[in-house]
Structure formats: structure tokens, C-alpha cells
């Protein structure tokens, strides 16, 4: 599955940080293992470990993130849906139509911290609804700090997770020396960083049948 390059947030460059990537490592009847990867990390602040349990606002610092919308089957009216390239037909006679914006449907998030908690929400849409997601079994965080990168591994039960296909979007808050913080996303439409506007939910990933 593809490596997503993640931009920052023009407003909020970051310090010492160069380049972060992201994907997801694979996803089948058991885990959805996800990874991302800084680059640039000396100056990065990292939560210590704080135990494996459910936390809210962890975006107000070093925080890994996960938005996903769950999208129809092929034959409700989506084809040709795989891992960076999806195309909507209405008619579901199998034309390609541009793909709709997204925005109004319900999505997922998902926050994983290097102290390892973690949160999850539900939204009916755009950021109203909110509601904690049932989590059967709490995701695992694994941080590996080496020289100037840094890695977070993050293991989610599949029976926890929206059915695929996905529409979705890694993200990352990075706060460094000195309270710099930065946003990385795939896309940044709006003046100030937001993850949840639909332009960041910018990869595709299949059900299996699809591919």
C-alpha cells in the first residue's frame, strides 16, 4: 500500500522537522497496521509512556491521527475503488464520474499518542455528532526513536474499525522545542489547519473483493 507524503500547514512551519510519511502497512480479517514516519524528530516533543488507556485532547501535542469514511460497495455505486485512486458512478453502469466532495457523510477519527493513549469519535458530519467510538480492544502505540526519526506503530483490531472500502486521511500534530507546532495532512484547503475537512481524507483504501 502506498506511502502518503504529508504537507504542513503553511501557518504553522515546523522547526527542525523535514518530512513525515505515513501509511497503512496492512489490513486484513485481524489488524489494520498503520505507521508513520518523521524525519527531522531531534526537537521533537514525545509524551512519555502514560499507560494504554483512552484520553480526549491529545492533539495538543505530539499526536498521530487517523479520519476515515466508510464508502458503499461496489455495486451501490462506487468502482474501481483501490488504494489512492477511487471513482464514484451514480448510474453504477461502471462510467467514471469525478469524485464527489465529501463532507456531509458520516466519518471516524482516531488519535494515538507516543504515551500510548489513544481516543476514538464518531461524527454524523462535519464535525457535529460527535460521540466516543466502542472500542472492544484498546489499539497498540509502539514509538521507536532512533537518531533524528521517529516511528509510531499503531496495531487496531479490524473488528473494531468501519467496514472497508475507506475514504481516509494519516495526520499528524508535531510540537517541538519550544511549543512550535506543526500540522500535517495530504491537503490544507482552509486559513487554519483542519483535519477534518474533507480534502484531507485524500487516500482510498479497498474491501478486499475490489481490488
Avoid at 201 to 210: E, R, S, T, V
Amino acid at each position: 500500500m502506498k506511502t502518503l507524503e504529508l504537507i504542513s500547514h503553511p501557518a504553522h512551519p515546523p522547526l527542525r522537522v523535514r518530512a513525515v510519511a505515513a501509511r497503512v502497512l496492512s489490513h486484513d480479517a485481524d489488524w489494520c497496521l498503520l505507521r508513520w514516519k518523521v524525519d527531522g524528530a531531534a526537537d521533537l516533543v514525545v509524551p512519555p509512556f502514560a499507560g494504554n488507556r483512552r484520553q480526549d485532547g491529545l492533539w495538543q501535542t505530539t499526536c498521530f491521527e487517523l479520519f476515515l469514511e466508510a464508502l458503499p460497495l461496489q455495486g451501490e455505486g462506487w468502482v474501481g475503488v483501490s488504494d489512492g485512486d477511487a471513482v464514484r458512478d451514480p448510474s453504477g453502469v461502471g462510467h467514471p464520474t469525478p469524485t464527489p466532495r465529501l463532507g456531509r457523510g458520516a466519518y471516524s477519527e482516531f488519535n494515538f499518542a507516543p504515551s500510548e493513549r489513544w481516543a476514538a469519535y464518531d461524527f454524523t458530519g462535519y464535525r457535529t455528532g460527535m460521540a466516543e467510538r466502542a472500542m472492544a480492544r484498546a489499539p497498540v502505540i509502539t514509538p521507536r526513536r532512533g537518531g533524528d526519526v521517529l516511528f509510531c506503530d499503531v496495531a487496531i483490531a479490524s473488528a473494531t474499525l468501519p467496514p472497508l472500502p475507506w475514504r481516509y486521511g494519516l495526520t499528524a500534530v508535531l510540537e517541538e522545542a519550544g511549543g512550535v507546532k506543526s500540522y500535517w495532512a495530504l491537503a490544507h484547503p482552509a486559513e487554519k489547519p483542519d483535519f477534518h475537512d474533507p480534502a484531507c481524507l485524500g487516500a482510498w483504501l479497498a474491501a478486499p473483493d475490489d481490488v
